[in-house]
């Protein structure tokens, strides 16, 4: 009987929407033009508050970047309205009523 003890690699996650971004950020020497959100899973949630009490812009804006697998920071230059579309988006993955805007994949 074979014993395998390297654990097996992750598998990538899907990508459930695509935002292209109406003004790109640049971070760093890197310009990004585009989010891909994956399948918000429990942990994510981790942020939210228990009872269904009030969530801010900026907890949702860091939970949209985990879904993206980009830091907060990384997210802190998006205009105002590809950040609301964040805020919509990560709000649409953890289960909320609202469907998401823009382009999707």
């Known amino acids: 009987m074979e014993h395998t003890t390297a654990a097996a690699a992750a ?7 695509t ?3 109406r ?3 640049k971070f760093g020497s890197e310009t990004i033009s585009e989010l891909r959100f ?5 942990k994510d949630m981790d ?3 228990a009872g ?4 801010t812009m900026g907890a949702f804006r860091r939970i949209g970047a985990r879904l993206c697998g980009r830091s907060p920071a990384e997210l ?6 590809d950040a609301l579309e964040v805020v919509r988006i990560t709000d649409q993955l953890l289960g909320g009523d ?3 805007t823009g382009e999707t994949s």
């Open 98 to 100: 609202g469907p998401p």
């Open 11 to 17: 598998p990538e996650p899907e990508i459930v929407h």
């Open 47 to 49: 942020e939210l508050p």
């Open 76 to 81: 802190d230059g998006l205009h105002p309205k």
């Open 19 to 21: 935002l292209t971004l």
């Open 23 to 25: 003004k790109p950020i």
């Open 38 to 42: 994956r399948e918000a899973i429990g």
């Open 52 to 55: 269904g009490g009030d969530i």
